[in-house]
């Protein structure tokens, strides 16, 4: 296993490995790596001849009031991790490189992602799509696996690449989660032990929702009023948002007449956990 930090080595090693017939694999990180990515890794394995890992805290994800400069980092972890998964390479570039003082180039998607986690943190999407595209450029990957928990995310970045023509197959693997249904995250590590048992009102409500669903409801406000009277009930919550919304273009439904996803953020004390479910309904004749 390898780690990658330059640009051009980067890019110089994927197209030797077209040219030698090799079948690529992307799984893109920010590290702090858990179960969840490595079973991204393990996905990626079964399908292509190299796994590449790219290990980057994107800066222009994060908002001004986001926490980049405490992000976890421990690349040297991140690297044993992502072998011992199944990587042959980790490309760990700088920001420096990434983006020089001179980068002015980005990538937006429109409507997708102006709801959800898009109407919380404006410009987010904008900087996730354009480190993407810049990925997919350098690793030359056939295949990218993303996972399940940022739905919008995975909705977005398919967009792009069909609209873009980006020669790459986007498989998005199901949210790995603990024993007790709370989803895996990286920012995770900052809950204590009594946010980690409040955290579990997530996915709890998730499934209240969707067992009101199976139960006949079909009226989108009076399930998020259920949902929102649930997790309001813990004291350290702060709903971001519940929403309804259509699979394939994240509107909104008042009335479920066939599969939705139920997405949520909600700050349990000072950090925003995200998690989704989706569930599948008959159509109405």
Known sequence: MKTIVSLEEMQQSALRWRR????????????SLHEGHLSLIQRCREQVDIVVVSVFVNPIQFGPQEDLAGYPRDLERDALLAGKAGADYVFAPTAQEMYPPDFVSLVRVEKLTEGLCGAARPGHFQGVTTVVAKLFNLVQPDVAVFGAKDYQQATVIRRMVRDLAFPVEIVVAPIVREGNGLAKSSRNQYLSHEERAEALILYQSLRFAESLIRGGERQAADIKASMTEMIDSVEQSRIDY????????????????????????????????????????????
């Open 242 to 285: 519940i929403e309804i919304v259509h699979p394939e273009t994240l509107e909104p439904v008042e009335e479920i007449t066939g599969d939705v996803v139920i997405a949520l953020a909600v700050f349990i004390g000072k950090t925003r956990l995200i998690d989704n479910l989706m569930v599948h309904v008959a159509s109405s004749s």
């Open 20 to 31: 030698e017939g090799k079948r690529i694999g992307l799984v893109p990180t920010m590290g």
